[in-house]
């Protein structure tokens, strides 16, 4: 991120109250290759190409705060080939990792990965360092830890319908895979900030743990995503979960997140009733069906209906109901930042 967006932004954790309302974006490889015109290939295996379309979207839009910025990512691949999941690389659709196993006796077999030498990682590690310079001398750092959740990468590497069977057939076995898998997150993590000391965020994203229960949930989910989140001790503890999200808000104090981007189908209102008054709230405009296929007045309605919604604009930043989708429009963008600035003040 730029370095006086970070600094706003850990000042918004604080509830230091900011003169403006900042707009945000989650943005990767779904949204940037297309709207830079390259092809999702391109985007994956040339670092010149994936610097040059991250810059711009910076430089094009130097008000918005695009988290985490600057993300070394490979999509869905990421965390699954460090397990050895087989990978599906596609010219104009987004890859996706072939699950190794359907039964939960992979919580036995499956080896720990070394996060420096497996997988996808050492390449998203240097992906970084050679263009690190760069991201400084563009008035930027790199401020996040990233990883998809543990639910997730269980959901890739067995499937998620095999996945969530197990968490009710065989509670054993799903503990002893979440806990193989929150060691390699937080293994990774901490990895990510030893490369990186101007790292003092963690970004965590995991739909899954919208699909379960609220049992379920303090079982399966509160306990892995504390010990995750408390791994490198950072200012900034972001999760991303834009599936169903109720159970989710009302338990970030206990899993120790302080920001929370959610679905588009939750208002702000209702998030924020559950959640607390102490969490900053990331969203949460309709990302496809307004931010991508809408008109500019579509998004500028999206916005005042949202604002509506909440009676005090202190810990919010703006933002899609989920990550940037494809094809969204520099002109939904600027409608999105306009609106803001006139109905959220």
Not at 41 to 68: G, Q, R
Not at 109 to 132: H, W, Y
Not at 260 to 272: A, L
Not at 281 to 301: F, K, M, S, Y
Request: charged share 20%.
């Amino acid at each position: 991120m730029r370095n006086s967006s970070w600094n706003d932004l850990v000042a918004l954790t604080e509830g230091k109250k900011l003169n403006y309302q900042p707009v945000g974006f989650i943005i990767d490889s779904p949204w940037i290759p297309g709207w830079f015109g390259i092809s999702k290939i391109d985007y994956y295996s040339s670092e010149e190409l994936w610097l040059k379309a991250n810059l711009k979207a910076v430089n094009t839009f130097p008000d918005v705060w695009f988290m985490p910025a600057f993300w070394s990512e490979y999509g869905m691949c990421t965390e699954p080939s460090a397990f050895g999941s087989r990978m599906i690389f596609h010219e104009k659709s987004l890859p996706h990792a072939e699950k190794i196993s359907e039964g939960i006796d992979l919580a036995n077999s499956l080896a720990q990965p070394n996060v420096k030498t497996d997988g996808l990682l050492p390449f998203m590690i240097n992906r970084l360092k050679n263009n690190e310079k760069a991201i400084r001398n563009a008035d930027h750092q790199i401020r996040f830890a990233i990883s998809r959740g543990p639910l997730n990468i269980a959901s890739f590497l067995m499937g998620t319908t095999e996945f969530m069977l197990a968490l009710t057939m065989d509670p054993e076995g799903s503990h002893r895979l979440l806990k193989k898998i929150s060691v390699f997150i937080c293994d990774w993590l901490e990895w990510q900030k030893e490369c990186f000391p101007s790292i003092d965020g963690v970004l965590i994203l995991d739909d899954i743990i919208g699909f379960v229960g609220e049992v379920e949930f303090n079982e399966f989910v509160v306990p892995y995503f504390k010990r995750i989140f408390e791994s490198v001790g950072a200012k900034v503890r972001f999760l991303h979960n834009d599936a169903e999200g109720l159970i989710t808000a009302k338990n970030l104090d206990k899993i120790g997140v302080n920001m929370f981007n959610f679905s588009y189908n939750h208002s702000m209102g209702e998030i924020r009733e559950i959640a607390g008054p102490d969490i900053v709230l990331v969203g949460n405009i309709p990302p496809r069906d307004v931010l991508a296929l809408g008109t500019p007045e579509d998004v500028e309605t999206a916005v005042r209906n949202a604002s509506g919604e909440i009676s005090s604009f202190n810990r919010i930043i703006w933002s899609a109901g989920g990550g940037m989708p494809p094809d969204v429009a520099e002109i939904n963008i600027k409608a999105f930042i306009s609106a803001v600035r006139t109905f959220a003040k």
